[in-house]
Protein backbone atom coordinates (compact mmCIF):
# COMPACT_ATOMS: atom_id res chain seq x y z
CA UNK A 1 0.00 0.00 0.00
CA UNK A 2 2.43 2.33 0.57
CA UNK A 3 4.63 1.30 -1.72
CA UNK A 4 2.07 2.07 -4.10
CA UNK A 5 1.40 5.92 -2.62
CA UNK A 6 5.19 6.24 -2.91
CA UNK A 7 4.88 4.79 -6.53
CA UNK A 8 2.27 7.91 -7.26
CA UNK A 9 3.85 10.60 -5.97
CA UNK A 10 6.60 10.02 -7.88
CA UNK A 11 4.81 10.52 -10.81
CA UNK A 12 5.59 13.61 -13.25
CA UNK A 13 5.84 15.04 -16.59
CA UNK A 14 2.57 16.32 -18.09
CA UNK A 15 -0.18 15.38 -15.78
CA UNK A 16 -2.60 18.50 -16.67
CA UNK A 17 -2.92 16.49 -20.51
CA UNK A 18 -3.79 13.29 -18.69
CA UNK A 19 -6.15 14.97 -15.86
CA UNK A 20 -7.68 16.30 -19.00
CA UNK A 21 -8.05 12.96 -20.68
CA UNK A 22 -10.18 11.94 -17.39
CA UNK A 23 -12.12 14.65 -17.77
CA UNK A 24 -13.35 14.24 -20.96
CA UNK A 25 -15.07 11.26 -20.80
CA UNK A 26 -18.20 12.34 -18.95
CA UNK A 27 -19.09 15.18 -21.25
CA UNK A 28 -17.51 12.89 -24.27
CA UNK A 29 -20.58 10.56 -22.81
CA UNK A 30 -22.95 13.53 -22.20
CA UNK A 31 -22.41 14.43 -25.71
CA UNK A 32 -23.30 11.43 -27.43
CA UNK A 33 -26.15 11.03 -25.30
CA UNK A 34 -27.45 14.57 -26.18
CA UNK A 35 -26.82 13.80 -30.57
CA UNK A 36 -28.03 10.30 -30.18
CA UNK A 37 -31.41 10.87 -28.72
CA UNK A 38 -31.85 14.23 -30.60
CA UNK A 39 -31.44 12.43 -33.75
CA UNK A 40 -33.30 9.55 -32.94
CA UNK A 41 -35.64 12.26 -31.83
CA UNK A 42 -35.67 13.81 -35.45
CA UNK A 43 -36.09 10.31 -37.37
CA UNK A 44 -39.52 10.30 -34.83
CA UNK A 45 -41.36 13.16 -35.40
CA UNK A 46 -39.39 15.31 -38.53
CA UNK A 47 -42.13 18.05 -38.21
CA UNK A 48 -40.67 19.24 -34.65
CA UNK A 49 -36.92 19.51 -36.38
CA UNK A 50 -36.49 23.22 -35.16
CA UNK A 51 -37.35 22.81 -31.41
CA UNK A 52 -35.60 19.32 -31.11
CA UNK A 53 -32.03 21.06 -33.19
CA UNK A 54 -32.74 24.27 -30.45
CA UNK A 55 -32.69 21.57 -27.29
CA UNK A 56 -30.13 19.52 -28.66
CA UNK A 57 -27.40 22.82 -29.27
CA UNK A 58 -28.87 24.23 -25.59
CA UNK A 59 -27.95 19.92 -24.32
CA UNK A 60 -24.79 20.29 -26.41
CA UNK A 61 -23.76 23.56 -24.74
CA UNK A 62 -24.39 22.12 -20.73
CA UNK A 63 -21.96 18.85 -21.84
CA UNK A 64 -19.41 20.75 -23.38
CA UNK A 65 -18.90 23.50 -21.23
CA UNK A 66 -17.47 20.49 -18.67
CA UNK A 67 -15.16 19.98 -20.93
CA UNK A 68 -13.72 23.49 -22.01
CA UNK A 69 -13.67 24.60 -18.03
CA UNK A 70 -11.17 21.75 -17.95
CA UNK A 71 -8.93 22.61 -20.93
CA UNK A 72 -9.21 25.96 -19.07
CA UNK A 73 -8.35 25.07 -15.59
CA UNK A 74 -4.50 23.94 -15.97
CA UNK A 75 -3.94 27.26 -16.92
CA UNK A 76 -5.30 28.54 -14.27
CA UNK A 77 -3.93 26.19 -11.40
CA UNK A 78 -0.56 24.96 -13.85
CA UNK A 79 2.82 26.07 -12.18
CA UNK B 1 8.33 34.99 -22.21
CA UNK B 2 5.48 36.26 -24.34
CA UNK B 3 6.35 38.03 -27.36
CA UNK B 4 9.51 36.30 -27.29
CA UNK B 5 8.22 32.80 -27.58
CA UNK B 6 5.96 34.03 -30.42
CA UNK B 7 8.84 35.24 -32.51
CA UNK B 8 10.99 32.21 -31.94
CA UNK B 9 7.93 30.26 -33.65
CA UNK B 10 8.06 32.55 -36.74
CA UNK B 11 12.23 32.17 -37.30
CA UNK B 12 14.06 30.18 -39.94
CA UNK B 13 16.26 28.64 -37.39
CA UNK B 14 13.46 26.99 -34.86
CA UNK B 15 12.70 23.73 -36.88
CA UNK B 16 12.35 20.46 -35.63
CA UNK B 17 15.31 17.70 -36.66
CA UNK B 18 17.38 21.31 -36.69
CA UNK B 19 20.85 21.33 -34.86
CA UNK B 20 20.37 24.00 -32.35
CA UNK B 21 17.63 21.72 -30.37
CA UNK B 22 14.89 24.30 -30.57
CA UNK B 23 11.73 22.50 -29.12
CA UNK B 24 8.43 23.15 -30.16
CA UNK B 25 7.01 26.90 -28.85
CA UNK B 26 3.92 25.37 -27.88
CA UNK B 27 0.82 27.55 -27.27
CA UNK B 28 -0.30 28.74 -24.01
CA UNK B 29 -1.11 31.97 -21.53
CA UNK B 30 1.23 33.86 -23.68
CA UNK B 31 -0.47 33.85 -26.68
CA UNK B 32 -3.40 35.76 -24.65
CA UNK B 33 -1.01 38.74 -23.57
CA UNK B 34 -0.87 41.92 -25.70
CA UNK B 35 1.50 44.68 -25.29
CA UNK B 36 0.00 47.84 -25.33
CA UNK B 37 -0.43 49.66 -28.47
CA UNK B 38 -0.24 52.73 -27.18
CA UNK B 39 -1.49 54.15 -23.36
CA UNK B 40 -3.22 57.10 -23.02
CA UNK B 41 -2.97 58.59 -19.12
CA UNK B 42 -1.86 55.29 -17.69
CA UNK B 43 -4.56 53.14 -19.37
CA UNK B 44 -3.03 50.73 -21.67
CA UNK B 45 -4.87 50.46 -25.28
CA UNK B 46 -4.12 47.05 -26.89
CA UNK B 47 -5.04 44.88 -29.84
CA UNK B 48 -8.23 43.31 -28.33
CA UNK B 49 -9.51 46.50 -27.10
CA UNK B 50 -9.10 47.41 -30.74
CA UNK B 51 -11.20 44.85 -31.81
CA UNK B 52 -13.64 45.34 -29.12
CA UNK B 53 -14.34 49.03 -30.36
CA UNK B 54 -14.20 47.77 -33.82
CA UNK B 55 -16.97 45.19 -33.30
CA UNK B 56 -19.54 47.89 -31.24
CA UNK B 57 -18.64 50.06 -34.64
CA UNK B 58 -19.70 47.44 -37.00
CA UNK B 59 -22.60 46.34 -34.94
CA UNK B 60 -23.53 50.07 -34.74
CA UNK B 61 -22.66 51.24 -38.55
CA UNK B 62 -24.31 48.13 -39.89
CA UNK B 63 -27.98 48.34 -38.12
CA UNK B 64 -27.53 52.20 -38.57
CA UNK B 65 -27.43 51.78 -42.22
CA UNK B 66 -29.76 49.17 -42.78
CA UNK B 67 -32.82 50.66 -40.30
CA UNK B 68 -31.71 54.57 -40.19
CA UNK B 69 -33.50 55.32 -43.42
CA UNK B 70 -35.90 52.00 -43.37
CA UNK B 71 -38.14 51.32 -46.72
CA UNK B 72 -41.06 49.45 -47.11
CA UNK B 73 -39.29 48.04 -49.70
CA UNK B 74 -36.41 46.81 -48.80
CA UNK B 75 -32.57 47.45 -49.98
CA UNK B 76 -29.89 44.44 -49.81
CA UNK B 77 -28.69 45.99 -46.37
CA UNK B 78 -32.06 46.04 -45.26
CA UNK B 79 -33.00 42.72 -46.55
CA UNK B 80 -29.86 41.52 -44.62
CA UNK B 81 -30.17 42.99 -41.35
CA UNK B 82 -33.70 42.32 -41.04
CA UNK B 83 -32.62 38.65 -41.76
CA UNK B 84 -30.44 38.57 -39.05
CA UNK B 85 -32.52 40.27 -36.76
CA UNK B 86 -35.51 38.14 -37.60
CA UNK B 87 -33.84 35.20 -36.67
CA UNK B 88 -33.18 36.51 -33.20
CA UNK B 89 -36.57 37.53 -32.58
CA UNK B 90 -38.23 34.40 -34.15
CA UNK B 91 -36.34 31.56 -33.80
CA UNK B 92 -34.87 32.48 -30.18
CA UNK B 93 -36.67 34.82 -28.54
CA UNK B 94 -40.51 34.11 -29.22
CA UNK B 95 -39.58 30.41 -28.84
CA UNK B 96 -38.32 30.57 -25.34
CA UNK B 97 -40.33 33.86 -24.03
CA UNK B 98 -43.24 33.95 -26.28
CA UNK B 99 -44.73 36.68 -28.30
CA UNK B 100 -46.04 39.07 -25.35
CA UNK B 101 -43.25 39.28 -22.73
CA UNK B 102 -40.32 38.74 -25.16
CA UNK B 103 -40.91 41.71 -27.92
CA UNK B 104 -39.53 43.82 -25.00
CA UNK B 105 -35.99 42.21 -24.84
CA UNK B 106 -35.68 41.53 -28.66
CA UNK B 107 -33.22 44.75 -28.86
CA UNK B 108 -30.95 43.54 -25.99
CA UNK B 109 -30.97 40.17 -27.49
CA UNK B 110 -30.01 41.23 -30.98
CA UNK B 111 -27.36 43.19 -30.07
CA UNK B 112 -26.10 40.28 -27.76
CA UNK B 113 -26.24 38.30 -30.54
CA UNK B 114 -24.17 40.39 -33.00
CA UNK B 115 -22.10 41.52 -30.47
CA UNK B 116 -21.12 38.16 -29.65
CA UNK B 117 -20.66 36.82 -32.67
CA UNK B 118 -18.55 39.74 -34.41
CA UNK B 119 -16.33 39.03 -31.22
CA UNK B 120 -15.79 35.32 -32.18
CA UNK B 121 -15.39 35.49 -36.06
CA UNK B 122 -12.47 37.56 -35.28
CA UNK B 123 -10.51 34.56 -34.44
CA UNK B 124 -10.45 33.55 -38.05
CA UNK B 125 -9.70 37.17 -39.97
CA UNK B 126 -6.33 37.40 -41.09
CA UNK B 127 -4.22 39.76 -39.30
CA UNK B 128 -6.59 40.15 -36.67
CA UNK B 129 -6.53 36.34 -35.77
CA UNK B 130 -8.07 36.60 -32.06
CA UNK B 131 -11.31 35.86 -30.73
CA UNK B 132 -12.08 38.86 -28.22
CA UNK B 133 -13.89 36.85 -25.76
CA UNK B 134 -11.37 34.03 -25.25
CA UNK B 135 -10.45 37.59 -23.05
CA UNK B 136 -12.27 36.40 -19.69
CA UNK B 137 -13.79 40.03 -19.33
CA UNK B 138 -15.51 40.58 -22.14
CA UNK B 139 -17.93 37.55 -21.66
CA UNK B 140 -17.98 38.14 -18.11
CA UNK B 141 -19.43 41.54 -18.14
CA UNK B 142 -21.98 40.32 -20.85
CA UNK B 143 -23.43 37.47 -18.66
CA UNK B 144 -23.09 40.39 -15.96
CA UNK B 145 -25.54 42.40 -17.88
CA UNK B 146 -28.06 39.71 -18.44
CA UNK B 147 -27.55 38.49 -14.65
CA UNK B 148 -28.42 42.06 -13.78
CA UNK B 149 -31.23 42.45 -15.99
CA UNK B 150 -32.95 38.88 -15.03
CA UNK B 151 -32.65 39.33 -11.15
CA UNK B 152 -33.97 42.67 -11.43
CA UNK B 153 -37.00 41.22 -13.34
CA UNK B 154 -37.73 39.07 -11.03
CA UNK B 155 -37.87 41.09 -7.88
CA UNK B 156 -40.40 43.80 -10.26
CA UNK B 157 -42.82 41.13 -11.09
CA UNK B 158 -43.36 38.97 -8.46
CA UNK B 159 -42.53 41.42 -5.42
CA UNK B 160 -39.83 41.16 -2.64
CA UNK B 161 -41.21 37.60 -1.34
CA UNK B 162 -42.36 36.04 -4.63
CA UNK B 163 -39.31 37.19 -6.13
CA UNK B 164 -37.18 34.89 -3.30
CA UNK B 165 -39.85 32.29 -4.18
CA UNK B 166 -39.22 32.61 -7.66
CA UNK B 167 -35.59 31.94 -7.69
CA UNK B 168 -35.43 29.44 -4.82
CA UNK B 169 -38.16 27.33 -6.41
CA UNK B 170 -39.29 27.43 -2.78
CA UNK B 171 -42.62 25.01 -3.50
CA UNK B 172 -44.93 24.24 0.15
CA UNK B 173 -46.05 20.81 -1.66
CA UNK B 174 -42.63 19.33 -1.33
CA UNK B 175 -42.99 19.48 2.28
CA UNK B 176 -39.68 19.50 4.65
CA UNK B 177 -37.50 18.61 1.75
CA UNK B 178 -38.36 21.94 0.59
CA UNK B 179 -35.32 23.55 2.49
CA UNK B 180 -32.86 21.80 0.63
CA UNK B 181 -34.38 22.08 -2.87
CA UNK B 182 -34.52 25.82 -2.14
CA UNK B 183 -30.82 25.84 -1.14
CA UNK B 184 -29.56 23.94 -3.92
CA UNK B 185 -31.92 25.70 -6.25
CA UNK B 186 -30.31 29.76 -4.78
CA UNK B 187 -26.74 27.94 -5.13
CA UNK B 188 -27.26 27.22 -8.82
CA UNK B 189 -29.28 29.98 -9.78
CA UNK B 190 -27.37 32.75 -8.51
CA UNK B 191 -23.90 31.81 -8.03
CA UNK B 192 -23.31 29.19 -11.03
CA UNK B 193 -25.42 30.75 -13.32
CA UNK B 194 -23.80 33.54 -14.03
CA UNK B 195 -20.18 31.71 -13.53
CA UNK B 196 -21.30 29.36 -16.10
CA UNK B 197 -22.74 31.71 -18.74
CA UNK B 198 -19.21 33.73 -19.03
CA UNK B 199 -16.86 30.42 -18.82
CA UNK B 200 -19.19 28.83 -21.78
CA UNK B 201 -18.57 31.48 -24.23
CA UNK B 202 -14.72 31.78 -23.13
CA UNK B 203 -13.62 28.28 -22.56
CA UNK B 204 -14.99 27.89 -25.84
CA UNK B 205 -13.40 30.60 -27.47
CA UNK B 206 -10.37 30.36 -25.13
CA UNK B 207 -9.93 26.26 -26.84
CA UNK B 208 -10.81 27.47 -30.39
CA UNK B 209 -7.69 29.66 -30.35
CA UNK B 210 -5.32 27.41 -28.40
CA UNK B 211 -6.19 24.61 -30.81
CA UNK B 212 -5.90 27.19 -33.67
CA UNK B 213 -2.25 28.77 -32.94
CA UNK B 214 -1.17 25.17 -32.00
CA UNK B 215 -1.90 23.88 -35.65
CA UNK B 216 -0.50 27.11 -37.18
CA UNK B 217 2.48 26.72 -35.08
CA UNK B 218 3.23 23.27 -36.19
CA UNK B 219 2.54 23.47 -39.60
CA UNK B 220 5.93 25.81 -39.56
CA UNK B 221 7.72 24.03 -37.22
CA UNK B 222 7.23 20.89 -39.09
CA UNK B 223 8.58 22.23 -42.47
CA UNK B 224 12.38 20.53 -42.10
CA UNK B 225 13.51 17.80 -44.02
CA UNK B 226 11.14 14.82 -44.59
CA UNK B 227 9.32 15.83 -42.07
CA UNK B 228 7.82 18.18 -44.66
CA UNK B 229 4.73 16.13 -45.36
CA UNK B 230 3.61 16.59 -41.71
CA UNK B 231 3.80 20.18 -41.96
CA UNK B 232 1.24 19.63 -44.82
CA UNK B 233 -1.23 17.52 -43.10
CA UNK B 234 -0.95 20.06 -40.06
CA UNK B 235 -1.90 22.90 -42.50
CA UNK B 236 -5.05 21.12 -43.82
CA UNK B 237 -5.78 20.59 -40.35
CA UNK B 238 -5.65 24.43 -39.66
CA UNK B 239 -7.84 24.99 -42.23
CA UNK B 240 -10.54 22.42 -41.05
CA UNK B 241 -10.40 23.67 -37.92
CA UNK B 242 -10.99 27.17 -38.92
CA UNK B 243 -14.13 25.72 -40.72
CA UNK B 244 -14.87 24.21 -37.45
CA UNK B 245 -14.59 27.47 -35.25
CA UNK B 246 -16.65 29.27 -38.24
CA UNK B 247 -19.54 27.23 -36.64
CA UNK B 248 -18.46 26.62 -33.08
CA UNK B 249 -18.37 31.00 -33.17
CA UNK B 250 -22.27 30.74 -34.31
CA UNK B 251 -23.43 28.59 -32.06
CA UNK B 252 -21.68 30.06 -29.09
CA UNK B 253 -23.29 33.35 -29.59
CA UNK B 254 -26.52 31.63 -30.17
CA UNK B 255 -26.25 29.74 -26.94
CA UNK B 256 -25.60 32.69 -24.99
CA UNK B 257 -28.55 34.46 -26.07
CA UNK B 258 -30.69 31.22 -26.03
CA UNK B 259 -29.74 31.27 -21.98
CA UNK B 260 -30.21 34.61 -21.41
CA UNK B 261 -33.73 34.09 -23.05
CA UNK B 262 -34.05 31.17 -20.97
CA UNK B 263 -33.18 33.17 -17.53
CA UNK B 264 -35.17 35.96 -18.29
CA UNK B 265 -38.33 33.68 -19.45
CA UNK B 266 -37.51 31.71 -15.64
CA UNK B 267 -38.11 35.67 -14.07
CA UNK B 268 -40.81 36.26 -15.81
CA UNK B 269 -42.83 32.55 -15.35
CA UNK B 270 -44.93 32.54 -12.16
CA UNK B 271 -43.52 30.26 -9.73
CA UNK B 272 -46.18 27.24 -8.28
Not at chain 2, 15 to 38: Q, V, Y
Not at chain 2, 53 to 72: C, D, E, P, R, S
Not at chain 2, 109 to 119: D, G, R
Not at chain 2, 120 to 125: D, E, G, L, R
Request: aromatic residues 14%.
Amino acid sequence: MSASIELAAGVSGSLGSIGYGLAAIGPGIGVGIVFGNGTQALARQPEAAGLIRANQILGFAFCEALALIGIVLPFVYGK
Amino acid sequence: MSAEQTQLAFGWECRILADNGCAFPAPGLHSFLFKPMFTIGGFEFNKVMMLALLTTLIVVTVFTLAFGKAKVVPGKLQLAAEAGYDFVRRGIVYETMGKKEGEKYVPLMVSLFFFIWIMNIWSVIPLMQFPVSSVIAYPAVLAAIVYVTWVSVTFKRHGFVGGWKNVTGYDNSLGPIKWLVSFIELFSNLLVRPFTHAVRLFANMFAGHLMLVMFTVASWYLLNSWLIPAAGVSFVMTMVMILFELFVQAVQAYVFVLLACSYLQGALAEHH
